[in-house]
T-cell receptor
Framework: QQQVKQSPQSLIVQKGGISIINCAYE??????FPWYQQFPGKGPALLIA?????SEKKEGRFTISFNKSAKQFSLHIMDSQPGDSATYFC????????FGEGTQLTVNP | NAGVMQNPRHLVRRRGQEARLRCSPM?????VYWYRQLPEEGLKFMVY????????ESGMPKERFSAEFPKEGPSILRIQQVVRGDSAAYFC????????????FGSGTQLSVL
């Protein structure tokens, strides 16, 4: 059972643009929502995370927006750069970390 | 300040052989997790261990797969009698007792079964 649904599967953005990746979850027991960034041949790296009592969290160019009633959260990457090209995974934790299916982001120069 | 260390990075096995994947958690971390990633797919949870204990193995196949995290030494994921479908990247992650929700991942072991 897929408990965290992520979209889009792939995303192409021009340099300087805004990248938006969306996730939805089903399990209301989830209490921590991280985003991971993965480059080819590497393991996922924790990027930013949010708890459900907060509606937004910003760290540099990365912002998580969280809608508890809709059970949705999203990652916004402002001023996207070619170096941001990677696969992004949303995730959620109750007793264990459950990942979305991933979004392949390509930022064109 | 080493991160999570996994070895080998690449492992080639023939069908029917055994594969042993090793993971040393970050210093001070007592929780270890194993995930499997198939090409173009997300990461699937396999098992969660603490020192000498398996906490949750609900994602691990019932046959041929086993995991341990001994009191001394790295965590081991063992796959017996490998089949081609076992070919995947296997990632280990660790977390501390105080910040259990923050998982730090190693670079993975790419297992190829011929």
């Amino acid at each position: 059972q897929q408990q965290v649904k992520q979209s889009p599967q792939s995303l192409i953005v021009q340099k300087g643009g805004i990248s938006i990746i969306n996730c939805a979850y089903e399990n209301t027991a989830f209490d921590y929502f991280p985003w991971y960034q993965q480059f080819p041949g590497k393991g996922p790296a924790l990027l930013i995370a949010i708890r459900p009592d907060v509606s937004e969290k910003k760290e540099g160019r990365f912002t998580i927006s969280f809608n508890k009633s809709a059970k949705q959260f999203s990652l916004h990457i402002m001023d996207s750069q070619p170096g941001d090209s990677a696969t992004y995974f949303c995730a959620a934790i109750s007793s264990r970390l459950t990942f979305g299916e991933g979004t392949q982001l390509t930022v064109n120069p | 300040n080493a991160g999570v260390m996994q070895n080998p990075r690449h492992l080639v096995r023939r069908r029917g052989q055994e594969a042993r994947l090793r993971c040393s958690p970050m210093k001070g971390h007592s929780h270890v997790y194993w995930y499997r990633q198939l090409p173009e797919e997300g990461l699937k949870f396999m098992v969660y261990l603490q020192k000498e204990n398996i906490i949750d193995e609900s994602g691990m196949p019932k046959e041929r797969f086993s995991a341990e995290f001994p009191k001394e030494g790295p965590s081991i994921l063992r796959i017996q009698q490998v089949v081609r479908g076992d070919s995947a990247a296997y990632f280990c992650a660790s977390s501390s007792f105080t910040e259990g929700e923050k998982l730090f991942f190693g670079s993975g072991t790419q297992l190829s079964v011929l």
